[in-house]
């Protein structure tokens, strides 16, 4: 229906390109789009918030996921100028500002993953955690508790917010500031688990995950890596957490969480040290 209404603006083949690269985030859409349509961008925008029928408004990306905060530019298309929306996951409920705060919706299926593999009793380390999109469902999931470090004031914000909202005080503990000196004031060795979701600056923070995790714990090393054949982007992203490591390390596994570019993968390596 949507490309439908889209191909009395643009032809089917920039219609299906559009919807590929849309998100929707609660009552707000966030659609990237071509330099060559950019010329048609308001009438794009008033035709999806029309057709949408829960959405308030929708925004243009300018700009890509960029700097320590890892945020984007939006800019108004249609409907309210209000980047703050609710959003569900599996149950969870999320304050999010798409604009201020790092969140993709596009992580979900990764988020169950990690939930599913904590098990009850265990601390975990969320080292980049924005606004607790992990921690809230691995705390929901099972007994455990999270330290959810985030550098964005604004991100640690909405996680407390988030923490209120899933009744999980206690449970999930939110810690504004940087991670690696958070680990190396409060949490060395304190952890069974720690995510280091901050693929482009793994290896910058490696010695720190390893100094919260406990001699037997698992880290979760997300990096971005090169591939080009698809099928080996978990294999090189194994060898290259293998050459970078100091301490003894076992792998687990080892998957793509999400393509990133032209035979360019985020991926996952999941390993368990020994100190
Ligand atoms: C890719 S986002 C991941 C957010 C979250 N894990 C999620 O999936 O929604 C990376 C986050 O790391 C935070 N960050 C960047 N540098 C940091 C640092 N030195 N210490 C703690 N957080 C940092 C950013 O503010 C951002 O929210």
Known sequence: MLKKALESVISEKES???????????????????????????????????EVKIAKSVFYQASAVEGDFRTRNLE?????DNTETEYKEFGCR?????ENAFFSPRLSTERERIANLVEDGEIVTNMFAGVGMFSIMTAKKKKCTVYSIDINPIASKLCEKNIQLNKLAGNVI???????????????????????????????????????TKSGGIIH????????????????SEEHYL???????????????????PRYYQTVVDVKITK
């Open 16 to 50: 299906e390109e559009l919807i590929s690269a849309f998100d929707q985030i609660g009552d707000v859409i966030i659609v990237r789009i071509p330099d060559s349509l950019l010329s048609k961008k308001k009438i794009i925008g008033e035709t999806l918030l029309k």
């Open 76 to 80: 108004i298309l249609a409907g309210e």
């Open 94 to 98: 999320f304050v999010v500002d798409v």
């Open 174 to 212: 939110s810690v504004n500031g940087d991670a690696a000196k958070i680990v190396s004031e409060k949490l060395i060795g304190k952890s069974d688990r720690t995510l280091m979701l901050l693929p482009e600056r793994s290896d910058e923070f490696l010695e720190s995950a390893i100094s919260a």
């Open 221 to 236: 090393y997300y990096s971005h890596i090169h591939a080009d054949k698809k099928t080996d982007a978990g294999k090189l």
């Open 243 to 261: 050459k970078v490591t100091p301490v003894k390390s076992e792998i687990l596994g080892s998957k793509i969480v999400r393509p990133v570019g």
